[in-house]
């Protein structure tokens, strides 16, 4: 490894100027004045717990005051570079860390392995101006990072600039595409494309920024628009459509890409994120170094807890067919309480089947291979693609320091409420082009499971539309694009039929509970060991043919809190109002001994016709798909639900 600092002159403010760095990979950046200290741990590592000092002067993005006797470093998130990644997926075989200094000062480089053990590579003193060290990726094919440290001597040293540069340059020209699906959220899609704009070597990338608005609420009556549209001109252009979905927005954006432009990637992006806006120059210049055309895609923090890593990398397991995080991530990383350093799960490589939109870059040579996302409206067509195009020989990369911030999933409650039918339908589907196994293997059987927990739950509006979305499956694949518009008003329609499907705004609105505190919390203890949890599923369902009192129909037992939501309380119940997940409302819940008794019957015979059934719909599916994907098709659909400018 060539790794000795080599100082050069003094170089622009635009870029590092050093004889060997060519093509900037990743920026060094610095936290916003206004992130509070957890997010702060993204960027620098200030030392909490050890003998570093809390005292880097952030300046603006890009610069940072180390002072005098101190030491910060870059061991972080957002500023160390996923080594294993670049070594595994792209053409490098050696990467540049450029900085330019304000001071001399002492520079060392660290890298990890899989395991998380740390090795010191170089490190010495370099003067103020241009440095570089040149680093071998050989070491890296398990896993591990490379960062840098920061130490300052008698003077105080302002890092001006620094980042991970590339020896050469991509092979091919390339031009970037963004995709952005939104629904009435314009301020939100606004935020994104000022976020985009604010930043100059991103800005300068964008080629096009195709916006599908399907609102009512218009992005482009939103404040900052304008100015927006204005940095972009008309590279921005936004079209105006029904409701199509996630699916159906997104496959609009690239339906543009694919026939309005020549650009040669496309990054779908959220409409309900904040982005680190070179998170997109990285997924970028990863996806123009890489071996062989692939989706590259970012992670997901939590928006409501920005330091939490809520998902690394993501896969199917295609013996229940349910997605999964994938083998040896970390779920709920906390950066502020355990740094990159020392997370034993965050230095190995990690291999995914697919990256969902909230960040995904897909090549233009994979989308005119596999086609457009399946008309699904929302839930799967992800996942669906992911899957389609490795089987296609297009692998996914979720890359680390690629992320943007997303409301988690432990902050939504989507798989019971109206889009419980979208998970049900779509999974079959998916599971139908995809799965390996004759009959789904264990898909249907755990389909039923979680049927029967819901019906333990008294949500018999999400069996409901469980049951709608199988016997939608089992009508074939020669409705979808019919049932895009119709399927969510008549979901919604159905939901609210069912006590459990109208959300309240207060536990309040209702009388107080009944039940005594003592005997609730009796209730609220889990069983624990096999013996246990079969004998309260059976008496729980039992309990569930019993006829519920008069009085508790009029008065709930209990007011039961989201977390404690679960079927061995539940089920032991008559009625409770229940809190949903994001905390905004509750539902009342009432036991129904006769529509748990058809619902079970329903989902017995739905199951069973469903496992029958299967062989022949994975041919229908598998048939269909190339109609289903295809540019035409799309194209009929967008004529169609097209609105005019014209108020």
């Not at 055309?293 to 067919?321: I, N, T, W």
């Not at 927990?453 to 009508?475: C, P, T």
């Amino acid at each position: 490894m060539s790794a000795a600092p080599v100082t050069v002159g003094e170089s622009s403010p635009a870029a590092i100027e050093t004889p060997n760095a060519v093509t900037l990979l990743q920026r060094v950046i610095m936290p916003r004045p206004t992130d509070p200290s957890k997010v702060r741990t993204l960027y620098l590592d200030e030392g909490t717990g050890t003998s570093m000092q809390r005292a880097a002067t952030v300046l603006d993005r890009r610069r940072a005051v180390v002072p005098a006797g101190t030491e910060v470093s870059f061991a972080t998130y957002f500023n160390a570079l996923p080594a294993s990644y670049w070594r595994r997926w792209t053409t490098l075989t050696e990467v540049v860390l450029a900085l330019r200094l304000s001071a001399t000062c002492r520079i060392d480089i660290y890298r990890s392995k899989a395991d998380s053990d740390t090795i010191h590579v170089t490190g010495d003193r370099v003067p103020a101006g241009c440095s570089e060290f040149v680093l071998d990726l050989g070491p890296f094919e398990d896993g591990g990072w490379y960062w840098f440290e920061v130490s300052a001597g008698e003077d105080p040293v302002t890092i001006e600039e620094a980042g991970w540069y590339a020896l050469v340059a991509p092979s091919e020209p390339a031009r970037l595409a963004i995709g952005i699906c939104t629904f009435n959220r314009p301020a939100d899609c606004v935020a994104a494309l000022r976020t985009l704009a604010e930043d100059p070597i991103v800005r300068d990338e964008i080629d096009r920024v195709f916006v599908a608005d399907q609102g009512t609420q218009l992005v482009r009556d939103a404040d900052g628009f304008a100015a927006a549209q204005s940095s972009f001109g008309e590279r921005l252009v936004v079209h105006r459509q029904s409701n199509l979905g996630g699916s159906g927005g997104f496959s609009r954006t690239m339906y543009e890409f694919l026939t309005a432009s020549d650009a040669t990637h496309l990054i779908f992006l959220d409409d309900d994120i904040e982005l680190e806006p070179d998170s997109v120059h990285r997924a970028f210049t990863f996806a123009r170094f890489a071996k062989h055309p692939m989706l590259v895609g970012g992670q997901m923090f939590a928006l409501q807890d920005k330091s939490v890593l809520h998902s690394m990398g993501e896969v199917v397991h295609r013996g229940e067919f349910f997605w999964r995080q994938a083998p040896k991530t970390c779920y709920g990383h906390d950066f502020s309480r355990t740094s990159l350093r020392k997370g034993k799960r965050l230095h190995r490589r990690i291999d995914v089947d697919y990256n969902g939109w909230w960040m995904c870059l897909i090549p233009r040579a994979v989308a005119e291979q596999i086609g457009l996302p399946l008309p699904l409206f929302i839930k799967w067509d992800d996942a669906e693609y992911g899957l389609r195009a490795g089987e296609a020989g297009f692998p996914t990369a979720t890359l680390p320091g690629v992320a943007i911030w997303h409301l988690s999933w432990t902050d939504k409650e989507d798989v019971t409420d109206w889009q419980a039918y979208f998970h049900v339908r779509n999974r079959f589907i998916a599971a139908a082009l995809h799965s390996p196994f004759r009959h789904g293997k264990g898909l249907v059987r755990e389909n039923f499971k979680t049927d029967l927990k819901y019906l333990l739950l008294l949500q018999y509006s999400a069996v409901s539309l469980r049951h709608m979305a199988m016997e939608d499956f089992l009508r074939g694949p020669d409705q979808l694009f019919d049932r895009l518009a119709t399927a969510l008003p008549e979901v919604r329609e159905r939901r609210a039929g069912f006590l459990d499907g109208q959300v309240r705004q207060s536990s309040s609105e209702f009388p107080l509970p009944s039940m005594d505190p003592v005997r609730a919390e009796r209730l609220l203890k889990p069983p624990t060991n096999p013996v246990t949890i079969l004998s309260s599923l059976l008496g729980a369902i039992m309990h569930s043919m019993r006829r519920p009192t008069a009085m508790s129909l009029e008065r709930p037992q209990l007011n039961v809190s989201a977390q404690d939501a679960r079927w061995f309380l539940l089920a032991r119940l008559d009625s409770a109002t229940v809190g949903t997940a994001d905390g905004r409302g509750v539902t009342m819940r009432h036991r129904e001994p006769r529509t748990f008794a058809r619902m079970l019957r329903r989902s017995l015979a739905l199951h069973r016709q469903v496992y029958a059934e299967f062989p022949k719909l994975r041919r229908q599916y598998k048939s269909a798909r190339p109609s289903l994907t295809s540019l035409e098709r799309w194209r009929r659909v967008f004529e169609r639900v097209d609105i005019s400018d014209d108020r």
